[in-house]
């Protein structure tokens, strides 16, 4: 049984450019979260897609947005990057209710120089 | 609003010590989840319990237990007879609907 899986697993961008982050869920979960974890922080949601919808937001601009297909695997895509995005992205994945547990992927790390 | 603290930013213990880990949490809900995670230097969260606010009652899992109590909003987590292996840094996390609000993590070193 497969976990969640990232791609890609490390990324360097320069300010100004665009990237694209992609998840798989683990089999049988329906529901994809994005986190964004800066060095030394706990996680901080992103946002939260389930049925190929945006269901609920955190607090972060409209250059983050993601995307879920039929499969429910998902992207996560951010527009013109600044420095303060380098961190580590984690993408968990879970069932639709509100108290079931996430599971996380091993993470991309984004450097933005 | 969301609101999960650990005071405790770092904790370095001999092997075969135990460890507690506080977490303090706000919230306005009556029904909320909460989580503990581990993240060992690989940097994958690991699930490790979830408790609803339903249910104080403490449980031991293996090495690990908690004490949920509503209270005073806390959610301990404790290791017994901790490795080497345990080092990690570990979150509480708070949920009422979908999101996870995470604390800052504490970072859990444990000594030969």
């Known amino acids: 049984d497969a976990g969640v899986t990232q791609s890609p697993t490390h990324l360097i961008k320069t300010r100004g450019q665009q990237v694209t982050l992609r998840c798989s869920p683990k089999?049988?979960?329906?529901?994809v979260s994005w986190y964004q974890q800066a060095l030394g922080q706990g996680p901080q949601f992103i946002f939260q897609?389930?049925?190929?919808?945006?269901?609920q937001r955190g607090n972060f601009p409209d250059r983050f947005s993601g995307h879920q297909f039929p499969n429910y695997s998902s992207e996560l895509n951010v527009n013109a990057l600044l420095l303060g995005d380098s961190a580590l992205y984690l993408c968990?994945?879970?069932?639709?209710?509100?108290?079931?547990?996430?599971?996380f992927g091993p993470g991309t790390r984004l450097t933005v120089t | 609003a969301q609101k999960v603290t650990q005071a405790q930013t770092e904790i370095s213990v001999v092997e075969k010590e135990d460890v507690t880990l506080d977490c303090v949490y706000e919230?306005?809900?009556?029904?909320?989840?909460l989580f503990w995670y581990k993240q060992p230097p690989s940097g994958e969260l690991v699930f490790l319990i979830r408790?609803?606010?339903?249910?104080?009652q403490n449980e031991i899992s293996g090495r690990y237990s908690w004490n949920f109590q509503k209270s005073t909003s806390s959610f301990n987590f404790t290791i017994t007879a901790s490795q080497v292996v345990d080092s990690a840094v570990y979150f509480c996390?708070?949920?009422?609907?979908?999101?996870?609000?995470f604390g800052a993590g504490t970072t859990v070193t444990v000594r030969a």
């Open positions: 996390a708070l949920t009422n609907d979908y999101k996870l609000s």
């Open positions: 897609y389930y049925e190929e919808e945006e269901r």
């Open positions: 919230t306005r809900d009556t029904t909320y989840y």
């Open positions: 408790r609803n606010s339903f249910d104080e």
């Open positions: 968990a994945s879970s069932l639709s209710w509100g108290g079931d547990e996430q599971y």
């Open positions: 089999s049988g979960h329906d529901t």
